[in-house]
């Protein structure tokens, strides 16, 4: 005797699930390729079947910036000194968001509400910051112009290799073509793509910028 086909197996929604897949939505189709339709499609659901999980498109990038602050550790600023840790905090934010370029655009200007896990990052952050010294008005300052770095270096690692490159109007700005050339020249001895560079020397000024800054306060 036949068994009776079933229904189909429905996908089983929660607001982590849909969150992933809108994580997944972003980086294949991009911030403008993110919609409510866009994602309730691909989840293979009707749009009206999300919000029995979230509460709409800024529930769901709430989701998707916790997903991405996951892979950023903050653990360092309970151990180290400040500036140490930042360094540390710094490498890591770049990672996560290098990770997910397209997700910098919707997350940046995007208020933190509803992030309960990425919160909870940066409250590691700037308890961290207010123990090395830091005036409370000047902690996020401090702590925003280092992340606005970050979410910059973090584009410039995914940007095309040759961004810079002059080709046939090089030999019209000969001293450009020329520091592009040893600029790659030195990525290439170090094994490393050129933003890292560009990364390092950014971020070692920028907390030496900051140690100077926070003397200057004693």
């Given at each position: ?53 979230v509460s709409g498109k800024d529930d769901i990038l709430a989701a998707v910036r916790e997903i ?48 309960l896990r990425t919160l909870r990052m940066y409250e590691e952050v700037v308890a961290g910051l ?81 140690r100077r800054t926070l003397a200057a306060m004693g």
């Amino acid at each position: 005797m036949r068994r009776r086909v079933g229904r189909p197996v429905k996908p089983v929604l929660s607001r982590e699930a849909i969150a992933r897949a809108a994580l997944t939505l972003i980086d294949d189709a991009g911030a403008e390729g993110f919609s409510m339709a866009a994602l309730a499609e691909r989840l293979g659901v009707r749009p009206s079947s999300l919000y029995n999980h979230v509460s709409g498109k800024d529930d769901i990038l709430a989701a998707v910036r916790e997903i991405v602050s996951d892979a950023i550790d903050a653990s360092m600023f309970a151990e180290l000194p400040w500036d140490e840790a930042l360094v540390r905090w710094a490498h890591g934010y770049r990672d996560a968001f290098a990770a997910h370029p397209p997700a910098i655009s919707l997350l940046a200007t995007l208020p933190i509400t509803g992030a309960l896990r990425t919160l909870r990052m940066y409250e590691e952050v700037v308890a961290g910051l207010r123990r090395g010294g830091w005036p409370e008005a000047m902690v996020i300052p401090v702590m925003v112009a280092v992340e606005s770095f970050i979410l910059g270096s973090a584009l410039d690692l995914v940007a095309p290799p040759d961004m810079f490159d002059a080709g046939p109007l090089a030999a019209q700005v000969p001293v450009f073509a020329a520091t592009v050339r040893a600029r790659d020249d030195a990525a290439t001895s170090s094994g490393r793509p050129p933003a890292d560079l560009s990364f390092e020397v950014g971020l070692a000024a920028i907390v030496e910028g900051l140690r100077r800054t926070l003397a200057a306060m004693g």
